[in-house]
T-cell receptor, first 115, second 116 residues
Framework: AQSVTQPDIHITVSEGASLELRCNYSYGATPYLFWYVQSPGQGLQLLLK??????LVQGIKGFEAEFKRSQSSFNLRKPSVHWSDAAEYFC?????????????FGTGTQLKVEL | NAGVMQNPRHLVRRRGQEARLRCSPM?????VYWYRQLPEEGLKFMVY????????ESGMPKERFSAEFPKEGPSILRIQQVVRGDSAAYFC??????????????FGQGTRLTVV
């Protein structure tokens, strides 16, 4: 069964600094990968997704992620963080293409932005 | 095009009562997931439904929990005889399947269930 690991439970960055959130997956074939963001009391919003092709994918709000098969990773990055980026970020794998019929989520990374 | 609609947004139930959570998928979507999120935890898969069919209920507790997605109307997650441990946020996501393409799941705002 596939699994997702987000090693960092909490991350604090200063506004304007760069950001990288780590995500590692365990899965035998090429997975479908996703990053979602959740603000307090809200639902999940899709930031970006990887299905195939170019391993560097661009998403909304200035985020990007890079799929590295050799490292089984799909880290999320942003060059300059804004205070409004403070939220919880979830990496997920699945939703077909051999990845099973469900989305499997990591435990999330809580991002705090210092002004 | 309205997104995934969940209601109610907040639900308070006394121990032993029934909780009924509703999810209206995005227009044209015939597949629905239900997830549960406990405080300080990630999202745990509960059930995958297609209209009139349960595809995967491997994440559903064996007792007190049931889900349906009828031909007409919203998907319903039903929790009978609620206990304090059922207090959580419950999220619904809908999607459609396109042959040969990847897809994405769209999430609702969730229903926050509090059992008192």
């Amino acid at each position: 069964a596939q699994s997702v690991t987000q090693p960092d439970i909490h991350i604090t960055v200063s506004e304007g600094a760069s950001l990288e959130l780590r995500c590692n997956y365990s899965y035998g074939a090429t997975p479908y990968l996703f990053w979602y963001v959740q603000s307090p009391g809200q639902g999940l919003q899709l930031l970006l997704k990887y299905f195939s092709g170019d391993t560097l994918v661009q998403g909304i709000k200035g985020f990007e992620a890079e799929f590295k098969r050799s490292q089984s990773s799909f880290n999320l990055r942003k060059p300059s963080v804004h205070w409004s980026d403070a939220a919880e970020y979830f990496c997920a794998v699945g939703l077909f293409a051999g990845g099973g019929n469900k989305l499997t989520f990591g435990t999330g990374t809580q991002l705090k932005v210092e002004l | 095009n309205a997104g995934v609609m969940q209601n109610p947004r907040h639900l308070v139930r006394r121990r032993g009562q029934e909780a009924r959570l509703r999810c209206s998928p995005m227009k044209g979507h015939s597949h629905v997931y239900w997830y549960r999120q406990l405080p300080e935890e990630g999202l745990k898969f509960m059930v995958y439904l297609q209209k009139e069919n349960i595809i995967d209920e491997s994440g559903m507790p064996k007792e007190r929990f049931s889900a349906e997605f009828p031909k007409e109307g919203p998907s319903i997650l039903r929790i009978q005889q609620v206990v304090r441990g059922d207090s959580a946020a419950y999220f619904c996501a809908s999607f459609t399947i396109k042959a040969g393409e990847g897809t994405e799941a769209f999430f609702g705002q969730g229903t926050r269930l509090t059992v008192v």
